[in-house]
């Protein structure tokens, strides 16, 4: 089967335009993840249960949101 050079480019456009976004929901649950571990274990060390656990998952939270929504905004400002 082979693909027509008009299909082939739509592709592209697609993958072009859905690329920005692909990654942002993984990128924000890592950061929330991450920061959730981390309180965690200063939790342990610090012998501070759930303290550090709720203020690095809050913290997280924000930088995670706060990541996503710029790089949406600037992924918008790019197409215009």
Do not use: R
Not at 26 to 32: G, R
Request: proline fraction near 4%; charged fraction near 20%.
């Amino acid at each position: 089967m082979k693909l027509e050079p008009d299909k082939i480019k739509g592709t592209n456009n697609f993958y072009k335009e859905v690329g920005p976004y692909v990654g942002l929901g993984l990128q924000l649950a890592v950061t929330v993840t991450v920061m959730v571990f981390l309180g965690i274990w200063l939790d342990g060390q610090f012998e501070t249960k759930p303290i550090l656990t709720v203020v690095f998952a809050f913290f997280g939270v924000f930088a995670g949101m706060y990541t996503f929504i710029k790089s949406v905004l600037k992924a918008g400002n790019d197409k215009k």
